[in-house]
Antibody
């Protein structure tokens, strides 16, 4: 079955960096576009970034543009989110998710369990 | 950005009874290809979101048929025909018409 497992979260000081990973299994990773989302404690869902299957299309939310970098390694069935210049407001549970669409009208039909990122001094 | 609103924000339901959640967008979600890009997710306590409905009314694989979606343009509804205890959680609508995709604030459903 489809599995997405995030790792790499933790506590980091403001201005610091973290790299999140999302290990995919149970499907042909190369065929699917992927996204990252986040959810601040007790808050709603926020889209963070999107990457097409061959890494040709990349999008970021304005709130992370210039600080976060999304990437993937199809040979390793893995999705990544490099997060630099972290701020307190980046504190959230981060989810990777698989896009079930063909690239237009995204809908995310599989989600990882999430990983907590805490930015605090 | 397109603003998504949901009503109610909280809903207490009785098992076996119907329930509905409204989602409104600040602009039409109808795309030039004729499809409308509105999806619904349920986040059960302590779990990630999971997809219920996409493109307004298409039920995702494995989702019970008591869940249905309807609407057009800017007004959408998620309906649970007969609520079960396992349906508790927070329901979110999300548009994907343009960047950035945005979510409604969520509707908390409890029994």
């Amino acid at each position: 079955q489809v599995q997405l497992v995030e790792s790499g979260g933790g506590l980091v000081k403001p201005g610091g960096s973290l790299r999140l990973s999302c290990a995919a299994s149970g499907f042909s990773f190369t065929d699917y576009h992927m996204g990252w989302f986040r959810q601040a404690p007790g808050k709603g869902l926020e889209w963070v970034s999107y990457l097409s299957s061959r890494s040709s299309i990349i999008y970021y939310a304005d709130s992370v543009k210039g600080r976060f970098t999304i990437s993937r390694d199809n040979a390793k069935n893995s999705l990544y989110l490099q997060m630099n210049s972290l701020r307190a407001e980046d504190t959230a549970v981060y989810y990777c998710a698989r896009d079930g669409s063909k690239g237009t009208g995204w809908f995310f039909n599989h989600w990882g369990q999430g990983i907590l990122v805490t930015v605090s001094s | 950005d397109i603003v998504m609103t949901q009503t109610p924000l909280s809903l207490s339901v009785t098992p076996g009874q119907p329930a509905s959640i409204s989602c409104k967008s600040s602009q039409s979600l109808l795309y030039s290809d004729g499809k409308t890009y509105l999806s619904w997710y349920l986040q059960k306590p302590g779990q990630p979101p999971h997809l219920l409905i996409y493109e307004v009314s298409s039920r995702f694989s494995g989702v019970p048929d008591r869940f249905s979606g309807s609407g057009s343009g800017t007004d959408f509804t998620l309906t649970i025909s007969r609520v079960e205890a396992e349906d508790v959680g927070v329901y979110f609508c999300m548009h994907s018409l343009q960047l950035p995709p945005t979510f409604g604030p969520g509707t908390k459903v409890d029994i």
